[in-house]
């Protein structure tokens, strides 16, 4: 298993940027398929963003296409999220997870981080 924490996460006015953060400890951070999802209130929890172990190939929900990007550094064992031209109804709490395996969905998800809370303002 790998342990996830996210960071990064606020207030910010639509239109504005914020990025996320989620370190990994616990095992090897290259070969995990990582990605980032999120919930907001009343609604089911949808996968934002993943990055695959092998190739770094990406993948964006529609809603985010153009405005986030996802990327890692192996180095720093380290997750990101870069978030902009934010809009309202990004507002949720996002979560950094690892899956078990190369099937991004959410029953594939192995880890998850303990969230952190985006608010965007309108």
């Known amino acids: 298993q790998v342990q996830l924490v996210e960071s990064g996460g606020g207030l910010v006015q639509a239109g504005g940027s914020l990025r996320l953060s989620c370190a990994a400890s616990?095992?090897?951070?290259?070969?995990?398929?990582m990605g980032w999802f999120r919930q907001a209130p009343g609604k089911e929890r949808e996968l934002v963003a993943a990055?695959?172990?092998?190739?770094?190939?990406?993948f964006y929900a529609d809603s985010v296409k153009g405005r986030f990007t996802i990327s890692r550094d192996n180095a720093k064992n380290t997750l990101y999220l870069q978030m902009n031209s934010l809009q309202p109804e990004d507002t949720a709490v996002y979560y950094c997870?690892?899956?078990?395996?190369?099937?991004?969905?959410?029953?594939?998800?192995?880890?998850w981080g303990q969230g952190t809370q985006v608010t965007v303002s309108s």
């Open positions: 616990g095992r090897t951070f290259s070969s995990l398929t």
């Open positions: 990055i695959l172990r092998i190739g770094g190939s990406t």
């Open positions: 997870a690892a899956f078990a395996s190369d099937y991004v969905s959410l029953r594939a998800v192995g880890s």
